[in-house]
Protein backbone atom coordinates (compact mmCIF):
# COMPACT_ATOMS: atom_id res chain seq x y z
CA UNK A 1 0.00 0.00 0.00
CA UNK A 2 1.25 3.13 -1.07
CA UNK A 3 1.19 6.51 1.55
CA UNK A 4 0.63 9.99 -0.22
CA UNK A 5 2.91 12.56 1.06
CA UNK A 6 -0.48 14.66 2.20
CA UNK A 7 -1.58 12.01 4.17
CA UNK A 8 1.43 12.03 6.64
CA UNK A 9 0.38 14.61 9.75
CA UNK A 10 1.56 17.56 8.91
CA UNK A 11 3.85 18.26 12.17
CA UNK A 12 5.87 15.10 10.96
CA UNK A 13 6.32 15.93 7.78
CA UNK A 14 7.63 19.61 8.67
CA UNK A 15 9.56 17.65 11.23
CA UNK A 16 11.49 15.66 7.93
CA UNK A 17 11.83 19.09 6.12
CA UNK A 18 13.25 20.62 8.78
CA UNK A 19 15.83 17.94 9.20
CA UNK A 20 16.66 17.85 5.19
CA UNK A 21 16.93 21.64 5.58
CA UNK A 22 19.16 22.13 8.55
CA UNK A 23 21.63 19.65 6.92
CA UNK A 24 21.97 21.30 3.99
CA UNK A 25 22.93 24.50 6.00
CA UNK A 26 25.44 22.75 7.97
CA UNK A 27 27.17 20.58 6.02
CA UNK A 28 31.12 20.82 5.90
CA UNK A 29 30.89 23.28 8.97
CA UNK A 30 31.81 23.01 12.26
CA UNK A 31 28.45 21.84 13.76
CA UNK A 32 28.75 19.54 10.46
CA UNK A 33 31.38 17.35 12.18
CA UNK A 34 30.36 18.25 15.79
CA UNK A 35 26.40 16.21 14.69
CA UNK A 36 28.53 13.67 12.90
CA UNK A 37 30.59 13.15 15.42
CA UNK A 38 27.59 12.66 18.02
CA UNK A 39 25.73 10.69 15.49
CA UNK A 40 28.48 7.86 15.69
CA UNK A 41 29.19 8.53 20.04
CA UNK A 42 25.47 7.99 20.26
CA UNK A 43 25.40 4.92 18.05
CA UNK A 44 28.48 3.26 20.13
CA UNK A 45 26.87 3.77 23.57
CA UNK A 46 23.16 2.93 22.32
CA UNK A 47 24.31 -0.92 20.44
CA UNK A 48 24.64 -2.08 24.51
CA UNK A 49 23.77 0.63 27.19
CA UNK A 50 20.10 0.28 26.94
CA UNK A 51 20.36 -3.67 27.38
CA UNK A 52 23.58 -3.14 29.87
CA UNK A 53 20.99 -4.41 32.97
CA UNK A 54 19.56 -7.36 30.84
CA UNK A 55 23.05 -8.14 30.35
CA UNK A 56 24.24 -8.26 33.01
CA UNK A 57 21.32 -10.37 34.19
CA UNK A 58 21.98 -12.86 31.96
CA UNK A 59 25.91 -13.02 32.79
CA UNK A 60 24.13 -13.68 36.68
CA UNK A 61 23.88 -10.44 38.14
CA UNK A 62 21.09 -9.23 40.42
CA UNK A 63 19.29 -6.02 42.17
CA UNK A 64 22.95 -5.63 44.02
CA UNK A 65 24.73 -5.26 40.73
CA UNK A 66 22.27 -3.17 39.16
CA UNK A 67 22.73 -0.74 41.55
CA UNK A 68 26.70 -1.19 41.21
CA UNK A 69 26.37 -0.55 37.20
CA UNK A 70 24.89 2.56 38.03
CA UNK A 71 27.17 3.80 41.10
CA UNK A 72 30.82 2.74 40.47
CA UNK A 73 31.38 5.17 37.00
CA UNK A 74 30.41 7.91 38.92
CA UNK A 75 32.57 7.21 41.70
CA UNK A 76 35.30 6.41 39.14
CA UNK A 77 35.10 9.66 36.96
CA UNK A 78 34.49 11.88 40.50
CA UNK A 79 38.20 10.32 41.37
CA UNK A 80 39.92 10.90 38.49
CA UNK A 81 38.35 14.25 37.00
CA UNK A 82 40.03 17.01 38.86
CA UNK A 83 43.44 15.61 38.41
CA UNK A 84 42.74 14.70 35.07
CA UNK A 85 41.77 18.45 34.61
CA UNK A 86 45.14 19.20 35.90
CA UNK A 87 47.08 17.26 33.48
CA UNK A 88 44.76 17.99 30.90
CA UNK A 89 45.55 21.89 31.49
CA UNK A 90 49.72 21.21 30.21
CA UNK A 91 48.71 19.48 26.85
CA UNK A 92 49.73 21.86 24.14
CA UNK A 93 47.33 20.30 21.72
CA UNK A 94 44.02 19.26 23.95
CA UNK A 95 42.26 18.09 20.92
CA UNK A 96 44.85 15.58 20.30
CA UNK A 97 44.38 14.43 23.77
CA UNK A 98 40.61 13.94 23.75
CA UNK A 99 40.59 11.91 20.94
CA UNK A 100 43.18 9.65 22.98
CA UNK A 101 41.25 9.63 25.47
CA UNK A 102 38.09 8.63 23.41
CA UNK A 103 39.99 5.74 21.78
CA UNK A 104 41.43 4.34 25.31
CA UNK A 105 37.40 4.39 26.26
CA UNK A 106 36.45 2.88 22.91
CA UNK A 107 39.05 0.10 23.64
CA UNK A 108 37.60 -0.80 26.87
CA UNK A 109 34.75 -2.38 24.89
CA UNK A 110 36.88 -4.90 23.35
CA UNK A 111 37.95 -5.99 26.73
CA UNK A 112 34.25 -6.37 27.73
CA UNK A 113 33.20 -8.31 24.53
CA UNK A 114 35.55 -11.31 26.74
CA UNK A 115 33.67 -11.42 29.49
CA UNK A 116 31.21 -13.84 28.53
CA UNK A 117 34.04 -16.55 28.12
CA UNK A 118 35.43 -16.10 31.69
CA UNK A 119 34.30 -18.19 34.88
CA UNK A 120 30.21 -17.89 35.39
CA UNK A 121 31.42 -16.34 39.45
CA UNK A 122 33.13 -12.91 38.10
CA UNK A 123 31.78 -12.19 35.43
CA UNK A 124 29.21 -10.07 36.95
CA UNK A 125 31.41 -8.06 39.34
CA UNK A 126 34.43 -7.82 36.20
CA UNK A 127 31.36 -6.45 33.59
CA UNK A 128 30.38 -3.41 35.91
CA UNK A 129 34.01 -3.22 36.88
CA UNK A 130 35.15 -2.88 33.31
CA UNK A 131 32.00 0.22 32.86
CA UNK A 132 33.16 1.60 35.65
CA UNK A 133 36.81 1.63 34.03
CA UNK A 134 35.72 2.64 30.59
CA UNK A 135 34.07 5.85 32.71
CA UNK A 136 37.51 7.14 33.55
CA UNK A 137 38.90 8.19 30.02
CA UNK A 138 35.04 8.79 28.98
CA UNK A 139 34.53 11.29 31.74
CA UNK A 140 37.78 13.18 30.96
CA UNK A 141 36.98 13.41 27.31
CA UNK A 142 33.86 14.73 27.68
CA UNK A 143 34.59 17.48 30.04
CA UNK A 144 37.33 18.16 27.80
CA UNK A 145 34.85 18.42 24.98
CA UNK A 146 32.59 20.19 26.34
CA UNK A 147 35.53 22.30 27.19
CA UNK A 148 36.12 22.83 23.62
CA UNK A 149 32.19 23.34 22.53
CA UNK A 150 33.13 26.64 24.32
CA UNK A 151 36.03 27.47 22.35
CA UNK A 152 34.68 26.48 18.87
CA UNK A 153 31.14 28.19 19.17
CA UNK A 154 30.19 31.14 20.13
CA UNK A 155 27.23 31.90 22.03
CA UNK A 156 24.86 32.14 20.04
CA UNK A 157 26.20 29.41 17.82
CA UNK A 158 27.01 27.35 20.69
CA UNK A 159 23.04 27.23 21.66
CA UNK A 160 22.17 25.95 18.21
CA UNK A 161 24.61 23.32 17.80
CA UNK A 162 23.79 21.78 21.14
CA UNK A 163 20.05 21.71 20.52
CA UNK A 164 21.00 20.20 16.47
CA UNK A 165 23.62 17.54 17.51
CA UNK A 166 20.56 16.97 20.78
CA UNK A 167 17.89 16.94 17.99
CA UNK A 168 19.89 14.49 15.45
CA UNK A 169 20.95 12.01 17.62
CA UNK A 170 17.86 11.68 19.14
CA UNK A 171 16.72 10.34 15.30
CA UNK A 172 19.88 8.18 15.69
CA UNK A 173 19.03 6.38 19.12
CA UNK A 174 16.05 4.71 18.18
CA UNK A 175 17.07 3.30 14.44
CA UNK A 176 20.50 2.03 16.44
CA UNK A 177 18.45 0.38 19.47
CA UNK A 178 15.48 -1.28 17.61
CA UNK A 179 17.29 -2.51 15.22
CA UNK A 180 19.73 -4.23 17.96
CA UNK A 181 16.80 -5.50 20.50
CA UNK A 182 15.00 -7.09 17.53
CA UNK A 183 18.40 -8.70 16.50
CA UNK A 184 18.84 -9.78 20.35
CA UNK A 185 15.83 -11.21 20.59
CA UNK A 186 14.99 -13.14 17.06
CA UNK A 187 17.98 -14.06 15.62
CA UNK A 188 19.97 -16.73 18.12
CA UNK A 189 17.98 -19.65 19.57
CA UNK A 190 19.44 -20.32 22.59
CA UNK A 191 21.32 -18.27 25.32
CA UNK A 192 24.74 -19.14 24.06
CA UNK A 193 23.79 -17.80 20.84
CA UNK A 194 22.41 -14.30 22.51
CA UNK A 195 25.73 -13.72 24.42
CA UNK A 196 28.39 -14.56 20.98
CA UNK A 197 25.58 -11.47 19.63
CA UNK A 198 26.66 -9.31 22.32
CA UNK A 199 30.13 -9.88 21.65
CA UNK A 200 29.28 -8.80 17.98
CA UNK A 201 27.80 -5.78 19.22
CA UNK A 202 30.49 -4.77 21.81
CA UNK A 203 32.97 -5.14 18.55
CA UNK A 204 30.95 -3.48 16.54
CA UNK A 205 30.72 -0.67 19.24
CA UNK A 206 34.75 -0.47 19.20
CA UNK A 207 34.95 0.13 15.58
CA UNK A 208 32.41 2.63 15.07
CA UNK A 209 34.34 4.35 18.04
CA UNK A 210 37.38 4.45 16.03
CA UNK A 211 35.17 6.18 13.23
CA UNK A 212 33.98 8.38 15.72
CA UNK A 213 37.70 9.49 16.89
CA UNK A 214 38.31 10.01 13.14
CA UNK A 215 35.27 12.62 12.63
CA UNK A 216 36.30 14.62 16.03
CA UNK A 217 40.12 15.12 14.19
CA UNK A 218 37.79 17.15 11.57
CA UNK A 219 36.61 19.78 14.00
CA UNK A 220 38.38 23.01 13.69
CA UNK A 221 39.91 24.66 16.77
CA UNK A 222 40.26 28.20 16.39
CA UNK A 223 43.83 29.59 17.30
CA UNK A 224 43.78 31.83 20.07
CA UNK A 225 44.43 34.88 18.30
CA UNK A 226 41.58 34.09 16.40
CA UNK A 227 39.39 33.83 19.87
CA UNK A 228 40.27 36.91 21.14
CA UNK A 229 38.47 38.78 17.88
CA UNK A 230 35.08 40.23 18.85
CA UNK A 231 34.90 38.80 22.21
CA UNK A 232 33.34 40.83 25.39
CA UNK A 233 35.47 42.18 28.45
CA UNK A 234 36.62 39.11 30.63
CA UNK A 235 34.63 37.40 33.38
CA UNK A 236 36.23 37.99 36.74
CA UNK A 237 37.82 34.77 37.20
CA UNK A 238 39.31 34.61 33.77
CA UNK A 239 42.43 37.03 35.16
CA UNK A 240 43.63 33.94 37.10
CA UNK A 241 45.51 30.91 35.96
CA UNK A 242 48.21 30.15 38.61
CA UNK A 243 48.71 27.25 40.50
CA UNK A 244 45.48 24.76 40.32
CA UNK A 245 44.79 25.01 43.93
CA UNK A 246 44.39 28.90 44.01
CA UNK A 247 41.62 28.24 40.58
CA UNK A 248 40.02 25.85 42.75
CA UNK A 249 39.69 27.98 45.64
CA UNK A 250 38.12 30.99 42.97
CA UNK A 251 36.08 29.02 41.53
CA UNK A 252 34.25 28.13 45.01
CA UNK A 253 34.04 31.41 44.94
CA UNK A 254 32.69 32.88 41.93
CA UNK A 255 29.00 33.59 42.88
CA UNK A 256 27.31 33.27 39.49
CA UNK A 257 29.15 29.63 38.53
CA UNK A 258 27.51 28.91 42.11
CA UNK A 259 24.25 30.00 41.65
CA UNK A 260 23.65 27.74 38.36
CA UNK A 261 26.43 24.73 39.67
CA UNK A 262 24.18 24.04 42.91
CA UNK A 263 20.81 23.64 42.14
CA UNK A 264 21.81 21.99 38.57
CA UNK A 265 23.31 19.47 40.91
CA UNK A 266 20.85 19.29 43.73
CA UNK A 267 18.27 18.42 40.58
CA UNK A 268 20.86 15.76 38.75
CA UNK A 269 21.54 14.10 42.26
CA UNK A 270 16.91 13.40 42.53
CA UNK A 271 17.88 12.71 38.41
CA UNK A 272 20.27 9.62 38.60
CA UNK A 273 18.46 8.24 41.70
CA UNK A 274 15.49 6.89 39.92
CA UNK A 275 17.28 5.40 37.00
CA UNK A 276 18.64 1.87 38.92
CA UNK A 277 14.88 2.17 40.28
CA UNK A 278 12.99 2.49 36.73
CA UNK A 279 15.72 -0.48 35.74
CA UNK A 280 14.52 -2.85 38.51
CA UNK A 281 11.23 -2.28 37.97
CA UNK A 282 11.62 -3.00 33.79
CA UNK A 283 13.81 -5.59 34.18
CA UNK A 284 12.42 -7.59 37.50
CA UNK A 285 9.24 -6.87 38.38
CA UNK A 286 7.94 -6.44 34.49
CA UNK A 287 10.43 -8.82 33.25
CA UNK A 288 11.52 -6.82 30.37
CA UNK A 289 13.66 -8.50 27.61
CA UNK A 290 15.81 -6.84 25.28
CA UNK A 291 12.93 -6.12 23.04
CA UNK A 292 11.27 -4.27 25.17
CA UNK A 293 13.72 -2.00 26.29
CA UNK A 294 14.53 -1.31 23.09
CA UNK A 295 11.21 -0.21 22.31
CA UNK A 296 10.98 1.71 25.48
CA UNK A 297 14.41 3.80 23.63
CA UNK A 298 12.31 3.73 20.52
CA UNK A 299 9.62 5.83 21.77
CA UNK A 300 11.68 7.48 24.01
CA UNK A 301 14.31 8.75 21.26
CA UNK A 302 11.90 9.40 17.90
CA UNK A 303 9.72 11.56 20.96
CA UNK A 304 12.60 13.49 21.49
CA UNK A 305 13.85 13.94 17.76
CA UNK A 306 9.86 15.48 17.27
CA UNK A 307 9.99 17.62 20.59
CA UNK A 308 13.62 19.14 19.17
CA UNK A 309 12.36 21.94 17.34
CA UNK A 310 9.80 23.02 20.45
CA UNK A 311 12.69 23.29 22.68
CA UNK A 312 14.86 24.70 20.67
CA UNK A 313 12.60 27.49 20.28
CA UNK A 314 11.40 27.90 24.12
CA UNK A 315 15.53 28.39 24.75
CA UNK A 316 15.45 31.11 22.14
CA UNK A 317 12.67 32.77 23.34
CA UNK A 318 12.70 32.40 26.74
CA UNK A 319 15.74 31.19 28.12
CA UNK A 320 17.33 28.45 29.79
CA UNK A 321 15.45 28.46 33.03
CA UNK A 322 12.31 28.28 32.07
CA UNK A 323 13.49 25.51 29.79
CA UNK A 324 15.17 23.79 32.59
CA UNK A 325 12.02 23.91 34.77
CA UNK A 326 9.37 23.70 32.77
CA UNK A 327 11.56 20.07 31.24
CA UNK A 328 12.04 19.23 35.15
CA UNK A 329 8.76 19.20 36.46
CA UNK A 330 7.40 17.09 33.18
CA UNK A 331 10.38 14.29 33.89
CA UNK A 332 9.23 14.29 37.77
CA UNK A 333 5.40 13.48 36.86
CA UNK A 334 6.75 10.60 35.09
CA UNK A 335 7.91 8.63 38.92
CA UNK A 336 3.99 9.60 39.64
CA UNK A 337 2.88 7.25 36.54
CA UNK A 338 5.05 4.19 36.70
CA UNK A 339 3.93 2.46 39.84
CA UNK A 340 0.58 2.37 38.13
CA UNK A 341 1.87 0.64 34.72
CA UNK A 342 0.81 -3.26 34.17
CA UNK A 343 3.35 -3.91 31.48
CA UNK A 344 6.03 -3.32 29.11
CA UNK A 345 3.88 -2.00 26.02
CA UNK A 346 2.07 0.46 28.29
CA UNK A 347 5.91 1.68 30.27
CA UNK A 348 6.90 1.91 26.95
CA UNK A 349 4.19 4.60 25.49
CA UNK A 350 4.35 6.68 29.19
CA UNK A 351 8.35 6.97 28.26
CA UNK A 352 6.89 9.59 25.57
CA UNK A 353 7.12 12.05 28.51
CA UNK A 354 10.56 10.82 29.32
CA UNK A 355 12.24 11.52 25.83
CA UNK A 356 10.03 14.76 26.02
CA UNK A 357 11.57 16.33 28.72
CA UNK A 358 14.85 14.63 28.49
CA UNK A 359 16.25 16.86 25.47
CA UNK A 360 14.73 19.91 27.29
CA UNK A 361 16.89 18.82 30.39
CA UNK A 362 20.14 17.94 28.55
CA UNK A 363 20.36 20.96 26.29
CA UNK A 364 19.71 23.69 29.05
CA UNK A 365 21.90 21.62 31.21
CA UNK A 366 24.65 22.10 28.62
CA UNK A 367 23.97 25.53 27.59
CA UNK A 368 23.67 26.67 31.09
CA UNK A 369 27.01 25.24 32.71
CA UNK A 370 28.89 26.95 29.70
CA UNK A 371 26.71 30.16 29.77
CA UNK A 372 27.95 30.00 33.63
CA UNK A 373 31.82 29.96 33.08
CA UNK A 374 34.24 31.82 31.52
CA UNK A 375 36.57 31.15 28.69
CA UNK A 376 39.95 30.94 30.38
CA UNK A 377 39.74 28.31 32.97
CA UNK A 378 36.77 26.65 31.10
CA UNK A 379 38.16 23.11 31.75
CA UNK A 380 38.89 23.49 35.00
CA UNK A 381 35.02 24.83 36.14
CA UNK A 382 33.68 21.80 33.62
CA UNK A 383 35.59 19.54 35.70
CA UNK A 384 34.43 20.72 39.33
CA UNK A 385 30.94 20.65 37.73
CA UNK A 386 31.35 16.56 36.26
CA UNK A 387 32.66 15.59 39.34
CA UNK A 388 30.08 16.60 41.79
CA UNK A 389 27.76 15.00 39.34
CA UNK A 390 29.75 11.87 39.37
CA UNK A 391 29.53 12.27 43.11
CA UNK A 392 25.84 12.75 43.08
CA UNK A 393 26.13 9.48 40.37
CA UNK A 394 27.70 7.10 42.80
CA UNK A 395 25.63 8.42 45.57
CA UNK A 396 22.19 8.63 43.82
CA UNK A 397 21.81 4.88 42.86
CA UNK A 398 22.66 3.63 46.73
CA UNK A 399 19.92 6.14 48.33
CA UNK A 400 17.36 4.45 45.69
CA UNK A 401 18.83 0.84 46.70
CA UNK A 402 17.65 1.97 50.74
CA UNK A 403 14.96 3.98 49.33
CA UNK A 404 13.14 0.99 47.91
CA UNK A 405 14.74 -1.95 50.64
CA UNK A 406 13.04 0.60 53.19
CA UNK A 407 10.06 1.00 51.65
CA UNK A 408 9.38 -0.46 48.41
CA UNK A 409 10.22 -0.04 45.38
CA UNK A 410 6.77 1.78 44.42
CA UNK A 411 6.92 4.43 47.24
CA UNK A 412 10.64 5.03 46.33
CA UNK A 413 9.38 6.67 42.71
CA UNK A 414 6.84 8.61 44.84
CA UNK A 415 9.53 9.75 47.08
CA UNK A 416 11.57 10.27 44.28
CA UNK A 417 9.42 12.18 42.31
CA UNK A 418 8.76 14.25 44.88
CA UNK A 419 12.41 15.18 45.32
CA UNK A 420 12.16 16.23 41.33
CA UNK A 421 9.44 18.36 42.06
CA UNK A 422 11.28 20.56 45.20
CA UNK A 423 15.14 20.28 42.86
CA UNK A 424 13.06 21.76 40.16
CA UNK A 425 11.61 24.24 42.21
CA UNK A 426 15.08 25.33 43.82
CA UNK A 427 16.02 25.68 40.44
CA UNK A 428 13.75 27.80 39.22
CA UNK A 429 14.66 30.20 42.96
CA UNK A 430 18.01 30.50 42.46
CA UNK A 431 17.64 31.21 38.73
CA UNK A 432 14.99 33.91 39.15
CA UNK A 433 16.96 35.40 41.91
CA UNK A 434 20.27 35.57 39.39
CA UNK A 435 18.32 37.24 36.94
CA UNK A 436 16.83 40.01 39.21
CA UNK A 437 19.90 40.99 41.02
Not at 174 to 182: D, Q
Not at 238 to 259: A, V, W
Not at 411 to 430: C, D, N, P
Request: some cysteine.
Amino acid sequence: MRIKISEIPLHIRVGFRSFSHDLKQIRGTNIWHFIMYGLLFDMVNNLWRPFSVRFLERLGGGEFEIALLSALPGAVAAIVLLPGAIIFRRFTNKKRATAAFILISRAVLLLIAFVPMLPAEIRPILFVILVAVMNCPDALSQTSLQSLLGTIFSGTTRGQAIALRTKFGQAMIPIVTISAGLAITFIPNTDEQRMVLYQIFFVTAFLLGVAEVVIFNRLKVPTEEEQTVGTPSPHPCELFEKSSTKTLTLIFRDKRFLTFFIPAVCFLFTWQAAWPIVNIFMVINRGANELDLALVALVTGLTAFFSGGFWQRLLRKRGNTVTFVAAGFLLAGNMFIFPFVPNMQIMAAVHVITGFSAVGINTALLNGVLEHTPDKNRLMYLAVYNTAQNISLFIAPFFAHFLFSVIGIYYAMFAIGALRIASTGFVWFKMRRETSA
